[in-house]
């Protein structure tokens, strides 16, 4: 192979392609977790707690196990035991609401009390329905405030506390001062998909069909705590219906496991809706005070960004909203803080941009806020913040290509002909504003191992362990394939979802699709050159393997980011307090784009999250019984096709000499900055700012109600 061919050959990667997998998933072909065939399967269905606190005195299984089909209950009386200490992936331990069953305490409401195993998934329900848990019953508290006493720093995926600077000379000195409180609500994950698994014990292999974002993740969790070598575990997870943070190990698996041990034959158990309210993890509520300072030319001199979340009290998860401030943008003095409750709620986890949705929300509302106050243009206020290195880190930038976003971003929406002032423009009833925020997500690689191999018939088929969760992963990796190997995209299958396929990157952190061509693209280096003219592929074909470990290790480390400029349009009606997105863009600066079809659903299904943020999703708990009013997607709102008109995405060209794929990730960008600028538009539109979402009518209203 020379590099002249390489050079010379029509690439795939940059074209548009359909989903490879399209015509199955619209067909029905394609077998999602709780699809899947098996002879003389079982089906468990969970029993969860009714308290929001307490213990269990006693679970009545005898009456159940009477009843039509019922084959097992399982509770922490006689579950297997598991073994819950040890670090997981990336030293992250798994949420122990996974680990089912093991003693009698309830922290929550929604916890897993009790797995009813049947015949059929209509018996095992009633039997569950059937189930009576006697509980003593402890007081809870599940009220969170910005100002709760027990709060604390915390580190989570990114550290709690940066700090540089005298904050408080620096204000001083400011021209402009912004200091306001912004809140954002609990939100929920709910991908189309619930979770689902189907556990198997077959020639003393544990196989797994469940709906995952990293199959060897699941393994790993899965052998450490059922105490199993790795290598006796097989999680296969072909289809998946969405995730968004949610679809890692929890407790389905793990009682799914437990009952195909004990009863010897498959056991299959899905979350209904309501009990992913509990079950699936969720994005903490946020309390985020941002203080802006600025010289009367908008450099900033002084920026504090601290953020409070709330998590479970058997599990920390820091929704660390406070991070996004730290690449962004830099100030003489820079404070950034997440803080944590405890309270007797599930634990939240990980959903789409944890941090930085919440805290660009914030982050981007004050910079529009002091914009306002510095008489400067919200665009040119962030171009004039432009940092040169990391603001805390210090590290150089691996391409920051923000200001060519505002730039393209602003001539396509017509950003000139805006008059700064706010609610000046009309349509009939409809006060009319538009908005914009800056994004940003960090672009990260991890270890991944690949198979390729070269058919007898040159065909080509690539085994990685990779999830594609509804993001058109298997496309893309079939373009960065076909482009690596010099093939044709029809003439490589890409397999994944199979944990046999060895060690690979979770479909998370955006980290995904770059993770996954670096090692396929490795693995496809080697096999060309084993490919020289004239060699004879045996039968079984010729299949090499990579493991991107040591390349991994030997990156540079950069400050490595995709960023995005996101513009709305809303119209306000001041009666009914009313807001509609009349339209949104969203340019972005996110390396190279493998496949320009499934990457613009990456991005406008993120502002469209942003849109969703902005004016619907918000879960309330009852302080009383301690969960969700309305645990289903009738009372949790999200963004229609109504209330999403216009919405476009495009990119900017970006691209990373220093990377072999120059790849940085597209996931979770996208959401980022979107709820901000549907709030700045908002504010445009009527004058008045909007600090808490969602953007409620009553809170339109009450906020601006001197004209309705
Ligand atoms: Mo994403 S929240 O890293 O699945």
Same mark, same amino acid.
């Given at each position: 192979?020379?590099?002249?061919?390489?050079?010379?050959?029509?690439?795939?990667?940059?074209?548009?392609?359909?989903?490879?997998?399209?015509?199955?998933?619209?067909?029905?072909?394609?077998?999602?977790?709780?699809?899947?065939?098996?002879?003389?399967?079982?089906?468990?269905?969970?029993?969860?707690?009714?308290?929001?606190?307490?213990?269990?005195?006693?679970?009545?299984?005898?009456?159940?196990?009477?009843?039509?089909?019922?084959?097992?209950?399982?509770?922490?009386?006689?579950?297997?035991?598991?073994?819950?200490?040890?670090?997981?992936?990336?030293?992250?331990?798994?949420?122990?609401?996974?680990?089912?069953?093991?003693?009698?305490?309830?922290?929550?409401?929604?916890?897993?009390?009790?797995?009813?195993?049947?015949?059929?998934?209509?018996?095992?329900?009633?039997?569950?329905?059937?189930?009576?848990?006697?509980?003593?019953?402890?007081?809870?508290?599940?009220?969170?405030?910005?100002?709760?006493?027990?709060?604390?720093?915390?580190?989570?995926?990114?550290?709690?506390?940066?700090?540089?600077?005298?904050?408080?000379?620096?204000?001083?000195?400011?021209?402009?001062?912004?200091?306001?409180?912004?809140?954002?609500?609990?939100?929920?994950?709910?991908?189309?998909?619930?979770?689902?698994?189907?556990?198997?014990?077959?020639?003393?292999?544990?196989?797994?069909?469940?709906?995952?974002?990293?199959?060897?993740?699941?393994?790993? /969790? !899965? $052998?450490?705590?059922?105490?199993? #070598? +790795?290598?006796?575990? &097989?999680? %296969?997870? @072909?289809?998946?219906? *969405?995730?968004?943070?949610?679809?890692?190990?929890?407790?389905?698996?793990?009682?799914?496991?437990?009952?195909?041990?004990?009863?010897?034959?498959?056991?299959?158990?899905?979350?209904?809706?309501?009990?992913?309210?509990?079950?699936?993890?969720?994005?903490?509520?946020?309390?985020?005070?941002?203080?802006?300072?600025?010289?009367?030319?908008?450099?900033?001199?002084?920026?504090?960004?601290?953020?409070?979340?709330?998590?479970?009290?058997?599990?920390?998860?820091?929704?660390?909203?406070?991070?996004?401030?730290?690449?962004?943008?830099?100030?003489?003095?820079?404070?950034?803080?997440?803080?944590?409750?405890?309270?007797?709620?599930?634990?939240?986890?990980?959903?789409?941009?944890?941090?930085?949705?919440?805290?660009?929300?914030?982050?981007?509302?004050?910079?529009? /806020? !002091? $914009?306002?106050?510095?008489?400067? #243009? +919200?665009?040119?206020? &962030?171009? %004039?913040? @432009?940092?040169?290195? *990391?603001?805390?880190?210090?590290?150089?930038?691996?391409?920051?290509?923000?200001?060519?976003?505002?730039?393209?971003?602003?001539?396509?929406?017509?950003?000139?002909?805006?008059?700064?002032?706010?609610?000046?423009?009309?349509?009939?009833?409809?006060?009319?504003?538009?908005?914009?925020?800056?994004?940003?997500?960090?672009?990260?690689?991890?270890?991944?191992?690949?198979?390729?191999?070269?058919?007898?018939?040159?065909?080509?088929?690539?085994?990685?362990?990779?999830?594609?969760?509804?993001?058109?992963?298997?496309?893309?990796?079939?373009?960065?394939?076909?482009?690596?190997?010099?093939?044709?995209?029809?003439?490589?299958?890409?397999?994944?979802?199979?944990?046999?396929?060895?060690?690979?990157?979770?479909?998370?952190?955006?980290?995904?699709?770059?993770?996954?061509? !670096? $090692?396929?693209?490795?693995?496809?280096?080697?096999?060309?050159?084993?490919?020289?003219?004239?060699?004879?592929?045996?039968?079984?074909?010729?299949?090499?393997?990579?493991?991107?470990?040591?390349?991994?290790?030997?990156?540079?480390?950069?400050?490595?980011?995709?960023?995005?400029?996101?513009?709305?349009?809303?119209?306000?009606?001041?009666?009914?307090?009313?807001?509609?997105?009349?339209?949104?863009?969203?340019?972005?600066?996110?390396?190279?784009?493998?496949?320009?079809?499934?990457?613009?659903?990456?991005?406008?299904?993120?502002?469209?999250?942003?849109?969703?943020?902005?004016?619907?999703?918000?879960?309330?708990?009852?302080?009383?019984?301690?969960?969700?009013?309305?645990?289903?997607?009738?009372?949790?709102?999200?963004?229609?096709?109504?209330?999403?008109?216009?919405?476009?995405?495009?990119?900017?060209?970006?691209?990373?000499?220093?990377?072999?794929?120059?790849?940085?990730?597209?996931?979770?960008?996208?959401?980022?900055?979107?709820?901000?600028?549907?709030?700045?538009?908002?504010?445009?539109?009527?004058?008045?700012?909007?600090?808490?979402?969602?953007?409620?009518?009553?809170?339109?209203?009450?906020?601006?109600?001197?004209?309705?």
């Amino acid at each position: 192979m020379t590099t002249t061919a390489q050079k010379t050959a029509v690439r795939a990667v940059g074209t548009a392609h359909v989903r490879v997998e399209g015509r199955d998933k619209v067909t029905g072909a394609a077998r999602y977790a709780g699809d899947v065939p098996f002879t003389g399967l079982g089906y468990g269905w969970l029993v969860l707690s009714t308290v929001a606190r307490g213990r269990i005195r006693d679970i009545a299984s005898a009456p159940v196990l009477e009843m039509p089909g019922v084959l097992a209950v399982l509770d922490h009386r006689g579950a297997p035991r598991l073994n819950t200490d040890y670090a997981g992936l990336m030293g992250i331990r798994p949420d122990p609401t996974c680990a089912v069953f093991q003693n009698d305490t309830v922290p929550h409401l929604g916890w897993p009390v009790a797995l009813v195993v049947a015949e059929t998934p209509e018996q095992a329900r009633e039997a569950a329905e059937a189930l009576v848990v006697d509980y003593e019953v402890l007081p809870h508290d599940i009220e969170f405030h910005g100002d709760h006493p027990d709060s604390y720093p915390a580190d989570g995926h990114m550290p709690g506390v940066t700090d540089k600077g005298d904050l408080e000379a620096e204000l001083a000195a400011s021209a402009a001062v912004v200091d306001e409180e912004y809140t954002t609500p609990e939100e929920h994950h709910h991908p189309m998909e619930p979770h689902a698994a189907t556990a198997r014990w077959e020639d003393g292999r544990l196989e797994v069909v469940d709906s995952n974002q990293g199959a060897t993740w699941v393994v790993g /969790e !899965l $052998a450490n705590l059922f105490s199993l #070598d +790795p290598a006796s575990v &097989r999680v %296969r997870s @072909e289809h998946v219906g *969405g995730g968004f943070g949610s679809k890692g190990v929890r407790a389905h698996q793990v009682a799914a496991v437990m009952a195909a041990t004990i009863l010897d034959r498959p056991v299959r158990v899905a979350l209904t809706r309501p009990q992913m309210f509990a079950l699936a993890g969720h994005r903490s509520p946020t309390v985020q005070r941002v203080r802006l300072g600025a010289d009367a030319d908008g450099r900033l001199r002084a920026l504090d960004h601290r953020s409070v979340s709330r998590t479970g009290t058997i599990y920390e998860f820091v929704e660390s909203s406070a991070g996004v401030a730290r690449t962004m943008y830099d100030a003489d003095a820079h404070h950034t803080e997440n803080r944590v409750v405890r309270l007797d709620v599930p634990s939240p986890t990980f959903m789409r941009a944890p941090g930085e949705a919440p805290g660009s929300f914030a982050l981007e509302t004050a910079l529009d /806020e !002091l $914009a306002e106050k510095c008489g400067i #243009d +919200p665009i040119e206020l &962030r171009l %004039r913040n @432009e940092p040169d290195k *990391g603001p805390v880190s210090g590290l150089p930038f691996a391409g920051r290509n923000l200001r060519a976003c505002f730039e393209e971003g602003a001539g396509r929406f017509g950003w000139g002909r805006r008059d700064p002032r706010p609610r000046v423009r009309r349509d009939g009833r409809w006060l009319l504003g538009t908005g914009t925020a800056a994004a940003s997500f960090q672009a990260g690689a991890a270890p991944s191992t690949a198979a390729i191999t070269a058919e007898a018939d040159g065909r080509f088929t690539v085994r990685i362990s990779a999830a594609d969760i509804g993001t058109g992963a298997r496309t893309a990796l079939t373009l960065v394939a076909a482009d690596a190997l010099d093939a044709a995209p029809d003439q490589v299958t890409v397999r994944i979802g199979d944990s046999d396929f060895g060690p690979a990157m979770i479909a998370g952190g955006s980290m995904g699709t770059r993770s996954w061509s !670096l $090692a396929i693209t490795a693995a496809a280096t080697t096999l060309r050159e084993h490919l020289v003219p004239g060699t004879v592929i045996p039968a079984e074909g010729i299949t090499v393997r990579s493991d991107t470990t040591a390349q991994i290790a030997a990156l540079t480390n950069m400050e490595r980011h995709s960023y995005g400029a996101q513009f709305a349009e809303v119209a306000v009606d001041p009666a009914t307090g009313e807001v509609r997105v009349r339209r949104m863009l969203g340019v972005f600066a996110a390396g190279r784009i493998v496949n320009p079809l499934t990457a613009r659903g990456q991005f406008t299904g993120g502002m469209i999250w942003g849109i969703s943020m902005a004016l619907h999703e918000e879960a309330v708990r009852d302080p009383a019984f301690g969960g969700p009013v309305g645990a289903d997607l009738a009372n949790y709102h999200v963004a229609t096709h109504a209330d999403v008109p216009r919405v476009e995405a495009d990119w900017v060209d970006d691209t990373d000499p220093d990377d072999p794929v120059g790849i940085k990730g597209i996931g979770e960008v996208g959401i980022v900055g979107a709820a901000a600028a549907v709030a700045n538009a908002v504010w445009h539109a009527t004058g008045v700012r909007q600090r808490h979402l969602p953007i409620r009518p009553d809170r339109v209203l009450t906020a601006a109600g001197d004209d309705a």
